[in-house]
């Protein structure tokens, strides 16, 4: 049975498809979406959420309509698409429900439209063999990145979704306004869909243009690069919602982080960049200590390990690589420390009142931190250019989880290596991504002999100062 959506405040109307129902031979519901107070006997009272029996809909302004066994006329008329009559709903939508279920998809909609316009002056209708398409795309590659924030929200708008049409109330609104726009049947989780595929055919679309472009065209070069430039923008949004993937495990390796201190890491960072053991010295200390460096973009933490649970770590403390310059230190006597060092690098603040002397075991291990400092203040940069960052929302949604996971009060000893197991499963830059899945696993946490009786019974019971 055909349902359809009633409005107050008459505005300007499209054709509408329920008089053809009713023609048709359909029995076609309205579900009132305000309160219709009428003085007439002829007119139809009713309040928002009323089901109406619509009898007659030859007139565009007012329908004859019955409710149980009253009957007359009522007011008819609507508003277009989804996002409008939702946001008139404020009893059925909260603002961030709209936010979630739609996201960008007004600002997708607007960018549209000028690229549609641009296209439409590149294209030569007396001779389409002669147009030149490829410039309009390179022209606008950098606007296309507004994709994926929809494509990376789109998860999201379907989880929404699926919680609101387990009410009828929803699935007779969302049905009602596909009715009144005359959409084709597919239901709004299959409209809001359109984007995402839209942006992976941009890519097939130009390569088959390519295949048939002459080489000596003037537009052949142009639909090259631009073939290019939408594969990287495809590059760039799946690498976004790789990350963002990734999210909810850097909150779970906070989660089993001991003694935590201030911001979340999500506060500021959403990508690992490196990670691994150094010796650390910072002024007054002349004695070095060994921890575990985690760095993130825009910052580093470091821990403590358990002496004797290696893999349970204790917060220390962090650095802002936002304020940081890195040195490579040469082997021999450092002079700001004093000290005889090897395989060394500093950390030192541009405002100078920070500095952090860090050892590695071998050669080989310092020039990899080296490459990573330097990898994460491009992570920063590209991230900066395009315009990459965590919402509020994402960022209390993957602690909350985190916290789920990892309840308060959870005995000591029961994390079984978080911060092993964090990396081993994400992408991690340190290992040879050419080996198979196993090896990668031998490389990243080799086997260890366990721990004797006599050492375990020890550890319970000697009272060891963290």
Request: with cysteine; net charge positive.
């Amino acid at each position: 049975i055909p349902w359809v959506s009633l409005l107050a405040n008459p505005v300007n109307h499209m054709f509408c498809p329920v008089l053809q129902l009713i023609s048709d031979g359909s029995v076609v519901y309205a579900e009132a979406l305000w309160d219709h107070v009428t003085m007439d006997d002829q007119e139809l009272g009713f309040k928002a959420g009323d089901v109406i029996e619509v009898v007659d809909a030859t007139n565009k302004e007012w329908w004859w309509g019955r409710i149980q066994d009253s009957e007359g006329w009522f007011p008819a008329s609507f508003v277009r698409g989804y996002i409008k009559q939702c946001r008139k709903r404020t009893d059925m939508f909260s603002e961030e429900q709209l936010r979630t279920i739609f996201g960008n998809i007004e600002e997708i909609y607007r960018f549209q439209r000028r690229f549609l316009k641009a296209l439409e002056k590149r294209f030569n209708k007396e001779q389409p063999h002669a147009s030149e398409v490829g410039a309009c795309f390179l022209q606008h590659q950098t606007e296309f990145q507004i994709y994926s924030e929809y494509c990376n929200n789109h998860p999201n708008a379907c989880a929404q979704l699926s919680r609101l049409v387990k009410l009828n109330k929803y699935v007779f609104f969302f049905e009602a306004c596909r009715l009144l726009q005359r959409m084709i049947h597919i239901s709004l989780d299959g409209f809001l869909l359109t984007p995402v595929q839209k942006i992976c055919k941009y890519p097939l679309q130009l390569a088959e243009l390519l295949k048939y472009t002459n080489p000596q065209h003037r537009d052949y070069k142009d639909v090259e690069a631009a073939l290019d430039a939408m594969k990287n923008v495809a590059r760039l949004i799946n690498e976004r919602k790789r990350r963002l993937e990734n999210i909810d495990k850097i909150a779970q390796w906070q989660s089993s982080i001991e003694d935590w201190e201030g911001e979340d890491i999500l506060s500021r960072s959403s990508e690992l960049i490196f990670s691994g053991e150094l010796t650390k010295l910072s002024p007054p200390q002349t004695k070095g200590q060994q921890r575990m460096f985690f760095l993130f973009d825009h910052q580093m933490v470091f821990c403590k390990k358990d002496l004797l649970r290696r893999d349970i770590l204790y917060y220390k403390g962090r650095v802002d690589m936002d304020q940081m310059e890195v040195v490579d230190v040469e082997d021999g006597r450092e002079k700001d420390f004093n000290v005889s060092v090897k395989n060394a690098l500093k950390l030192r603040a541009r405002s100078g009142d920070h500095l952090l002397l860090l050892c590695a075991k071998k050669p080989e291990h310092k020039q990899r931190w080296l490459r990573a400092f330097g990898d994460e203040r491009r992570q920063v940069l590209a991230d900066r250019e395009t315009g990459f960052s965590l919402t509020e929302v994402q960022k209390k949604q993957a602690m909350l989880n985190a916290c789920k996971s990892h309840p308060t009060g959870k005995p000591k000893g029961t994390v079984t290596r978080p911060y092993y197991d964090f990396l081993v499963r994400q992408k991690h830059p340190s290992l040879p991504t050419a080996l198979p899945q196993q090896q990668v696993f031998m490389l990243a946490e080799p086997k260890r002999k366990s721990a004797s009786t006599f050492w375990h019974n020890i550890g319970r019971l000697t009272p060891f100062k963290k």
